[in-house]
T-cell receptor, first 113, second 115 residues
Framework: GDSVTQMEGPVTLSEEAFLTINCTYT??????LFWYVQYPGEGLQLLLK?????DKGSNKGFEATYRKETTSFHLEKGSVQVSDSAVYFC????????????FGAGTRLFVKA | DAGVIQSPRHEVTEMGQEVTLRCKPI?????LFWYRQTMMRGLELLIY????????DSGMPEDRFSAKMPNASFSTLKIQPSEPRDSAVYFC?????????????FGDGTRLSIL
């Protein structure tokens, strides 16, 4: 069945460092891919999305490219801030055979000043 | 625009008691989802509705759990009787359509502690 695998955390970086959080997926159809972010005490909120191969989603300095050949959707940011400290979830949505969204396990990011 | 609204934000009760969690989805959204989040199991989909009709409840852990959506603006998740292992954060989410490119909009969750 469909699945999402993302790198285990926590990831600890210093402010202004480069961030990569790896995400790979398996899917039978042609899913849409998402990154969600969860700040402490809040629900998940959409960070960015890509709906077809080679699309690049971007928001707030974060970006991710839908790579069908490597079944990946890695999240990157060139210079992280303390305020980026949160849990990041990779997800896919595939309506083949019925509606479903699959979330990864989440990666916690700590950014130190 | 108002987002997804959940109540209460926190609930602490003793085992054996009935617990009712409430959710108001975003107006105009046709899909409503209930999730449970724990450290051990991550984010689990419990049940989802389309136009107030339950579509898939295969994630509901036991008969102690039930969910209803009497109208387009309100849903409840009920646990009766509650047990300590039900302690978790419960999220409600809604989406505008069932298209795979539509994101889900989450509420801030209900943190449930069963003593």
């Amino acid at each position: 069945g469909d699945s999402v695998t993302q790198m285990e955390g926590p990831v600890t970086l210093s402010e202004e460092a480069f961030l990569t959080i790896n995400c790979t997926y398996t899917a039978t159809g042609y899913p849409s891919l998402f990154w969600y972010v969860q700040y402490p005490g809040e629900g998940l909120q959409l960070l960015l999305k890509a709906t077809k191969a080679d699309d690049k989603g971007s928001n707030k300095g974060f970006e991710a490219t839908y790579r069908k050949e490597t079944t990946s959707f890695h999240l990157e940011k060139g210079s992280v801030q303390v305020s980026d400290s949160a849990v990041y979830f990779c997800a896919l949505s595939d309506n083949t055979g019925g509606f479903k969204t699959i979330f990864g396990a989440g990666t916690r990011l700590f950014v130190k000043a | 625009d108002a987002g997804v609204i959940q109540s209460p934000r926190h609930e602490v009760t003793e085992m054996g008691q009935e617990v009712t969690l409430r959710c108001k989805p975003i107006s105009g959204h046709d899909y409503l989802f209930w999730y449970r989040q724990t450290m051990m199991r991550g984010l689990e989909l419990l049940i989802y509705f389309n136009n107030n009709v339950p579509i898939d409840d295969s994630g509901m852990p036991e008969d102690r759990f039930s969910a209803k959506m009497p109208n387009a603006s309100f849903s409840t998740l009920k646990i009766q009787p509650s047990e300590p292992r039900d302690s978790a954060v419960y999220f409600c989410a809604s989406s505008q359509t069932g298209d795979s490119n539509q994101p889900q909009h989450f509420g801030d969750g209900t943190r449930l502690s069963i003593l």
